[in-house]
């Protein structure tokens, strides 16, 4: 979720554009290939503790919300020689992040008191954690020092035995089969139609920048556009449920999360900043109601 300043610079144009529940664990994988590495980040009003370095390869980020505000866990690949703070320094409002940084995606917000997830493919390097959302001041968190570096590191070379055990050792990593692949493209979420139940999505960026989505449970009659607008000035009962997602990734990207849907009205959201005219992404019609049956 990106900051409150962009949806409050929105608010007026919102017009004219016309769920407290835990985000379950991950399924078990669903098709054959090494388990994922399981990392653990306890996310807080305002930091990140999570491991200082951790394996590459197929990696489960498990986010336990503990703040009393929402934070999501965005990680970016740096270049060898940059860390966290590096990263936060060349952050300029209104301008690109750095070319030495890539969003590679992680999880998006849910409610305090519920775990997020996001399984991805992590390469060595030096990584940061960072949260840029910015509700309830409108100061991004990490300008509240919510960043952390991390590391991943190669695994030791897999001493084969034999040609086959080589050869699977070799093969590039691959996510686990999803139930629902969902593209993200200037400015949508295609994907087929979703299922109630544990619903586990794969989230592929196909578009020429980064994109996010945000997912949450609607309540009543309540749209996204009245969504956003309680989001930019929360008055009353809060009107939707944060489920999750996946946040920032940049073309070529691809995440998978899990989320036990009911049936009912959700909201897709993407908040990013366009490249093009730095309006969130909501305001160019990434936005969108579905029906899980």
Request: hydrophobic residues 40%; proline residues 10%.
């Amino acid at each position: 979720m990106h900051t409150r300043a962009l949806v409050a610079a929105a608010a007026a144009a919102l017009t004219s554009l016309s769920c407290g529940r835990e985000a379950e664990q991950p399924p078990s994988e669903r098709s054959p290939g090494p388990r994922p590495n399981v990392v653990t980040v306890v996310v807080s009003d305002y930091s990140f503790q999570a491991p200082d370095s951790v394996p590459a390869g197929l990696t489960m980020i498990q986010a336990l919300m503990r703040g009393e505000v929402p934070h999501h866990v965005n990680i970016v690949k740096l270049d060898s020689s940059k860390t966290a703070a590096d990263y936060v320094n060349a952050l300029t409002p209104g301008a690109p992040p750095p070319a030495w940084a890539t969003a590679v995606g992680g999880p998006n917000p849910t409610e305090n008191g519920t775990t997020a997830n996001a399984m991805l493919v992590l390469e060595p390097g030096n990584y940061a954690l960072i949260c840029f959302v910015d509700i309830p001041e409108g100061m991004p968190h990490f300008m509240r020092g919510m960043f952390k570096d991390l590391k991943v590191y190669a695994r030791p070379d897999t001493t084969a035995s034999d040609t086959a055990t080589a050869v699977a050792a070799a093969a590039p990593v691959e996510l686990p089969t999803a139930d629902v692949t969902m593209r993200l493209v200037d400015y949508d979420f295609p994907m087929e139609n979703v299922r109630a139940g544990l619903v586990t999505f794969r989230v592929e960026n196909t578009a020429p920048q980064d994109h996010e989505v945000l997912i949450v449970q609607l309540h009543g009659e309540t749209t996204i556009e009245q969504a956003l607008r309680w989001m930019e000035s929360p008055q009353g009962a809060q009107p939707f449920t944060m489920l999750g997602g996946i946040a920032p990734i940049a073309p070529g990207q691809v995440n998978n999360f899990s989320v036990n849907l009911r049936r009912g009205r959700y909201g897709l959201i993407c908040f990013v900043p366009d490249t093009g005219d730095g309006r969130p992404h909501f305001l160019h019609g990434m936005m969108k109601e579905i029906e899980v049956s």
